[in-house]
């Protein structure tokens, strides 16, 4: 979504219980659903676990189908859908299109790109940093930006971004992308 500034922190969250449950590297859940990294040739060295995904063939003005994967853990699912709560009484009216669990390995890096589809610039892009530290640089209009742990944060997709993860640790963030109330049919 076009936002007057690249990037907006809304607000702290408790992220314990997602980083309790949050499976580790060697997790074979990880590489359960490869849909993301397949659509998307940008994010082939990432790995997700998938809560919710719009449908492909959504269009502006007519009704969301979100499909719901069921594979992720019961204590994880419950964890993250409780921070998707909140979004949602922030983002008042607003409907969730996608959730995700994203993990950049160390060392690896998302090239800079610019989102584009309708389903996918419409809207409000959050991200809620569980597993990072400084040497993680997410690149908006080709400057770095740090996102800390337990900080929700919305970005301008439209803009140019990438990630580099400079560090020996990996990187997961929570996306959730919110379809505006003016556009949930």
Known sequence: MKLSQPLIRIADYPIG?????LP????????KEPFRQATYPVHRLTRSILFEWLD????LGSVM??????????????????CAAQLLRY??????????????PAGAKIAPHIDNGIGITAVHRIHVPIVTNPDVH????KVSHYLEAG?????????????????TERRVH????????SLVV
Do not use: Q
């Not at 580790?24 to 590489?31: L, M, N």
């Open 56 to 59: 492909k063939e959504w269009r």
């Open 24 to 31: 580790d590297a060697t997790d074979p859940v990880w590489e």
């Open 151 to 167: 900080i929700i944060y919305e970005f301008d997709n439209t803009r140019l971004h990438a990630v580099e993860n400079r560090s």
């Open 91 to 104: 983002y008042s009216g607003a409907r969730l299109a996608r959730m995700t669990l994203a993990e950049l």
């Open 17 to 21: 219980a997602i980083v309790a449950a």
């Open 174 to 181: 929570l996306m959730c992308d919110l379809m505006p109330a």
């Open 65 to 82: 189908t979100v499909h719901r994967f069921g594979y992720a853990p019961a204590d994880l699912t419950f964890a993250v859908e409780a």
């Open 138 to 141: 997410f690149f908006i209009d």
